[in-house]
C-alpha cells in the first residue's frame, strides 16, 4: 500500500507538529490561591523570609499567597502535611534545615525529605548571633566559656524547640567548647527571646531580626556571630570562630518545595516568580537588614543543599550525640 501526502497534508502536519511543543511548555497559571506551610511560629527567621518574598511572588503568579503557621514538633508536623497535599501546584512548604536535614536522622517521620518533596528555589541563608541577657557577667565569648566551665549546668540557653537551629546551634556550641549548659526549648522563637530580655533564661542564638532592636538599645549583649565574617550591621561583634571557637560556622537556610511528582511547568512558574522576588531592589534591603543572604533562584542549589546537609548533620549527631529529643 503507498501512502501518498499532498502538498496541504504537509503543510498541515507541520503546523500540527509546531502547535505541540508550544501547546506542552505552556506556562502554568494559577486560578485559585496559593497556600504556603511555614511549619514554624511567626516571628521565628523562617516566617519572616516567607512574608518578605510572599507579596512579590503572589503579584507575579496573579494569586494571593496564604502563609499557614504550624510551629509544632520542631517543623515536622506541617512538613508532613506539605508532603502530603496533592501535587498541583497548590501547596507549597517552607523548606528549612531541621525538617529536611536534620531531624530525618534522630526520629521516624512520616515523610522522606528527598523523595517525598521536589525543591523548588533557596529563598535565603541565615547567620545567627549569639546573644545574652545584659546583667550576665560575660562580655564575651571566651567570658562565657569561662563562666559556663566554673558552673556546668548552671547557666541556661534559650531555643525554639527541641531540634530546632538555633537548639543546634546551641549543642554544637556546647559541644566544640565542651561545656555544659542547660538546654530550655520554647514553642518559637520570639518565646525564647522575650525570656532572654525577662532574665528567666542566659542566652540564645538567634537570627538578627528578632534581636538586632535590643543588640542597638543595649537591652541584650551581643557575643559572637555563628558565621566566618562579621556582620556588616554589626561590625563591632566578633565572629564565634575568631572569638576562642576556631572553626565554628553555623548558618541556616530556607527555600520552597512542592510535593513530589508536582509537573515540571508548574515548577517551572513557581520558580520564576520566586527568583523575581528576589531580585527585587526592596526585597534586598529587607534581606540585607535582617542579615539574610538571597537565593540563586537554581533549585538544583536546593537540592544538593538538602542532600549534603544531610549527610554533615548524620555525621555530627553521631560524632557528638547529640540529644534533639
Known sequence: MKLTITRGGLAALAAFAFVLPLHAQQAWKPERPIRLIVPFAPGAATDISARAISDRVAAALGQPIVIENQGAASGTVGTEQGARAAPDGYTWTLAHDPPFTILPHVRKLGYDPLKDFEPVSIIATIPMVLVVRPDLPVNNIKELIALARAQPGKLTIASSGAGATSHLAAELFKYETKTDILHVPYRGQAQGVTDVLGGQVDMIFSSFGPVMQHIKSGRLKALGVSVPRRYPSLPEVPTIAESGVPGFDFSVWTGIAVPAHTPKEVREQINAAVTKAL???????????????????????????????????????????????
Not at 534591603?285 to 544538593?304: A, S, Y
Open 279 to 325: 531580585d527585587a531592589p526592596e526585597v534586598r534591603t529587607r534581606f540585607e537588614t535582617l542579615g539574610f543572604v538571597p537565593g540563586d533562584g537554581n533549585p538544583e542549589t536546593l537540592r544538593k543543599k538538602i542532600a549534603s546537609d544531610s549527610t554533615k548533620w548524620r555525621q555530627v549527631i553521631t560524632a557528638a550525640r547529640l540529644q534533639l529529643e
